[in-house]
C-alpha cells in the first residue's frame, strides 16, 4: 500500500518511487509491442559467458545491484522486491512427447512459442537474486546462446532450479525482454521447465542383465549414501535413475525384488520432500505381497510410508485402510496403532466440532506452529450469495458462542520462517500498487507440484484470473501449476492468521489460505468472529445464525468508513454495501469527519488517563464523550445497528466506575 502512514505495519512509498514502478513495467510492455515478432538476434557467446559469471560472482559477494529491488521509507525502511504482475498466460499443459522441437534460432521476440519445446544446456553460473534467477544457456549444437531467468518460483526443495542441473527442456518457449530491454527466455510456470538429469531422462540400455542389475544397485546405493547425508534431492535422482535401469525387462524379469527396494526408499525420500501423491504411488509399487516374514516388514513399512502421506494430506479414511493393512502385516507394529488412534481423533473432531483447543494452545511453538486437527465444516455449505459470487451458509441453527466451523490451512507461511516474503506489487490491469506476500504465493505454487491431487481444491477458488478453463493440473511429466491462477486466488483469499510467535510487521507478514473459510463473504455487520491456534482457524458465532443464512465475517474493522471502504476496494476489489455503510454513506461526510474526530480524541483520552483512582471530574469528561460521539448518529437510521465508535471510552468508564 502506498500511503503516508509511518507505522511500523506500513510499507510506505514515495510518489517517485511508485512511479518507477509503474513506468518500468508500461516501458517494458511497450519495448514488447513494438518488437514482437522480431527474430532473435545472435548473441556473443564468450562476451555473454563473461557478463553472467561476473553479475554472479556479485550477487554471491552481495555487491550487485538487484534491479528488482526498490527502497522503501518509515520506521521499517529498507529494501523490497518489486514485480509486474496482471499479465497472464497459461502454462504449457501438454506432455513433452506431443510438443515438436525447435531451434534457438527460430525464437521470435515477445512470443509464446505453443506446441514447441527446446533443449538447453547451461553454460555460465547462475545470478540468484531475491525475485528471479537467471544464467546463459547454449543449444544443443554450442552454436548459439541466450540468457535464461525464472521469476519468483525458481526453488525447489530449498535448491535453485538452474543450479540442480545443467540441462532443460523449456516447455512452450516464451521469448521477451527483462525490465532492462534485455532479450530473455523467461519462465514463469515452473511447470514449463523440466529438469534433465541425464541418468534418468535418457538411461543406459543393456543388453547384460547382470551389468543392467549392478548399475541399478550402484544407482540405489548412492541414493542410500545421500539419504544419510540428508542430500535429498540427490537421494531422489539417485533412486529415479536406479528405477529406470531396474524396471527395464531385462532386470525387472530376473529380479522384480529390486526395482520394489528402489521404489521403497524413494517413497520415504518423497515423503520427507513433501511429494505425498509420489509417496502413495512409490509405496504401492514397492509392495511384494509376499508371505514370508521379512517380506512382510518390507510391506508394512511400504504402508507405513503410504499412510504417512494421507494423513499428512488430512485423507483420514484413505490413511486408516493404509495403517490397518500395516497392522495386518506387523500385529505387535506401534507405530500403526498410535497412528490409527490419531485418525480416530481426527474423524472425531470433522464429525462433533469438538477439539481439546487448551491442549492445542499449549503445544503450539515456533517450530511446531502447525497443529494435528480435524476440519469440522459439517454445518456450513457453499452456496451462490447474491451480489457476491459464493459464500458459505448454515445448514443448520447455530447458537451464539457455538463453533460454526474450524479448519487447518491449506497453506500458511509464518513470519519466521525463511520462506516468508514480501513484495510490492504493480498490477497493470487496475494500475494499482499493493503489498504482496509473494511468500504464500511460493509456498501454494511449491504444494500444488508437490500434490497435483491437491491443485482442483484451490482452484476451485476466485480470482480474478480463471486460467485457460481446461484445467490440467498434471500430465505425464508431473503437475502443471497455473502461477498467475495461484496469484490472483491467494490475493482475493488470504488472509493473516495473527502475530502468535512473536514479533512481525507488514515486511514478514503471517499469511494464509484456508480453502472452506475462504468462501465466508465480508459484512461489516458480521454474525460470527475468528481465532487462530496455529494454523487452525476456528470461528464461532457471535449471534444465533438460522439454518439458510449466510455466515459473515469482517474483512477490515476499522471505524472510518473511508478507510475501511478505500481497503476493501484496494485490497479485495468491491464496496461494502451492508446496512452499516449505507448509514454512513447517508450520514454525508460532514458528520462522519466529526464522528471520527470525536473517536480520536476517545482514543487519545484513554491512552493518556489510567482509570484506577479516576476522579468524578474525569468520569464526567468520559461520559461526555461518549454522548458526543452518540449524537452523530441519526436515531431512525442507525436503528438497530451497531454503534462502536464509542466502546473503547466505554470500557474505559465500566473498568473507572466505582461498584
Not at 508500461?26 to 532473435?40: F, I, P, S, V
Not at 541418468?199 to 541399478?216: I, Q, R
Not at 481439546?356 to 511446531?368: G, Q, V
Amino acid at each position: 500500500m502506498a500511503n503516508n502512514s509511518q507505522d511500523d505495519n506500513t510499507i510506505y512509498l514515495t510518489e517517485k518511487e511508485a512511479e518507477r514502478i509503474k513506468s518500468t513495467v508500461k516501458d517494458r510492455l511497450a519495448k514488447c509491442t513494438e518488437q514482437h515478432g522480431n527474430a532473435k538476434t545472435p548473441r556473443d557467446k564468450t562476451a555473454a559467458h563473461q557478463a553472467a559469471t561476473g553479475a554472479a560472482l556479485m550477487a554471491d559477494m552481495g555487491g550487485a545491484p538487484d534491479p528488482d529491488m526498490m527502497e522503501t521509507q518509515g520506521k521499517t525502511a529498507n529494501t523490497i522486491p518489486a514485480i509486474g504482475v496482471g499479465q497472464p498466460y497459461p502454462p504449457c499443459t501438454s506432455p513433452l512427447s506431443e510438443l515438436q522441437p525447435m531451434k534457438m534460432s527460430e525464437l521470435k521476440m515477445e512470443t509464446h512459442h505453443r506446441g514447441r519445446k527446446l533443449v538447453v544446456k547451461r553454460h555460465s553460473p547462475v545470478v540468484t537474486l531475491v525475485a528471479r534467477s537467471w544464467t546463459m544457456v547454449q543449444n544443443e549444437e554450442g552454436s548459439d546462446a541466450e540468457r535464461l531467468e525464472i521469476i519468483l518460483h525458481k526453488s525447489r526443495y530449498g535448491e535453485d532450479v538452474l543450479e540442480s542441473t545443467k540441462s532443460f527442456i523449456i516447455k512452450e518457449p516464451y521469448f521477451t525482454l527483462t525490465d532492462q530491454g534485455e532479450p530473455t527466455l523467461r519462465v514463469d510456470h515452473p511447470s514449463d521447465l523440466v529438469v534433465c538429469h541425464e541418468d534418468v531422462v535418457n538411461p543406459k540400455k543393456f543388453d547384460d542383465s547382470e551389468k543392467a542389475e549392478k548399475a541399478a544397485t550402484r544407482f540405489k546405493t548412492q541414493g542410500n549414501t545421500a539419504l544419510k547425508q540428508q542430500d535429498l534431492p540427490l537421494a531422489h535422482e539417485k533412486y529415479s535413475a536406479g528405477l529406470a535401469i531396474a524396471n527395464q525387462d531385462i532386470v525387472s524379469g530376473s529380479n522384480p525384488d529390486l526395482a520394489r527396494d528402489i521404489y521403497r526408499n524413494r517413497a520415504y525420500v518423497n515423503l520427507l520432500l513433501g511429494q505425498l501423491d509420489q509417496v502413495k504411488t512409490d509405496a504401492r509399487a514397492s509392495l511384494t505381497g509376499k508371505d514370508d516374514q521379512k517380506s512382510k516388514e518390507l510391506d508394512s513399512k511400504a504402508y507405513f510410508r503410504a499412510g504417512s502421506a494421507a494423513y499428512s494430506q488430512s485423507r483420514w479414511q484413505e490413511a486408516k485402510a493404509f495403517f490397518q493393512e500395516q497392522q495386518k502385516l506387523t500385529p505387535d507394529d506401534k507405530d500403526a496403532k498410535v497412528q490409527l488412534k490419531k485418525i480416530e481423533a481426527r474423524l472425531r473432531e470433522e464429525e462433533t466440532g469438538s477439539y481439546d483447543l487448551m491442549k492445542l494452545r499449549t503445544s503450539l511453538s515456533k517450530a511446531r506452529s502447525r497443529v494435528e486437527a480435524g476440519n469440522f465444516i459439517k454445518n456450513t455449505e457453499v452456496k451462490d450469495s447474491p451480489g457476491k459470487g459464493r459464500g458459505l451458509y448454515a445448514t443448520r441453527d447455530i447458537s451464539s458462542g457455538e463453533i460454526v466451523m474450524c479448519e487447518k490451512a491449506f497453506c500458511v507461511v509464518w513470519a519466521h520462517e525463511q520462506d516468508a516474503l514480501v513484495a510490492m506489487t504493480y498490477d497493470i490491469r487496475d494500475d494499482q500498487i499493493r503489498v504482496s506476500p509473494v511468500g504464500l504465493s511460493k509456498a501454494l505454487v511449491q504444494k500444488c507440484l508437490n500434490q497435483p491431487s491437491q491443485t482442483q481444491h484451490l482452484m476451485d477458488l476466485f480470482g480474478d484470473y480463471q486460467g485457460d478453463a481446461k484445467n490440467v493440473f498434471e500430465n505425464d511429466d508431473g503437475a502443471v501449476v497455473d502461477v498467475f491462477r495461484v496469484h490472483d486466488i491467494m490475493s482475493r483469499n488470504a488472509f493473516s492468521p495473527g502475530s502468535q510467535f512473536g514479533e512481525e510487521n507488514a515486511r514478514n507478514a503471517s499469511t494464509g489460505l484456508w480453502k472452506h473459510a475462504a468462501y465466508i463473504n465480508h459484512s461489516c455487520i458480521a454474525n460470527t468472529d475468528k481465532e487462530f491456534i496455529g494454523d487452525l482457524i476456528v470461528i464461532r458465532a457471535t449471534q444465533p445464525i438460522k439454518a439458510g443464512e449466510e455466515i459473515f465475517f469482517p474483512y477490515h474493522a476499522s471505524l472510518d468508513y473511508e478507510a475501511r471502504q478505500a481497503f476493501l476496494e484496494k485490497t479485495w476489489g468491491f464496496r461494502c454495501n451492508c446496512k452499516l455503510c449505507e448509514a454512513e454513506e447517508q450520514d454525508g461526510k460532514e458528520v462522519r469527519d466529526k464522528r471520527m474526530e470525536l473517536v480520536g480524541e476517545a482514543d487519545a483520552f484513554v491512552d493518556k488517563t489510567p482509570w484506577a483512582g479516576a476522579k468524578r471530574l474525569v468520569l464526567r469528561k468520559a461520559q461526555n464523550l461518549i454522548r458526543s460521539i452518540e449524537a452523530t448518529y441519526d436515531e431512525k437510521r442507525w436503528e438497530g445497528l451497531p454503534k462502536r465508535h464509542a466502546d473503547g471510552v466505554k470500557a474505559w468508564l465500566v473498568k473507572a466506575s466505582p461498584r
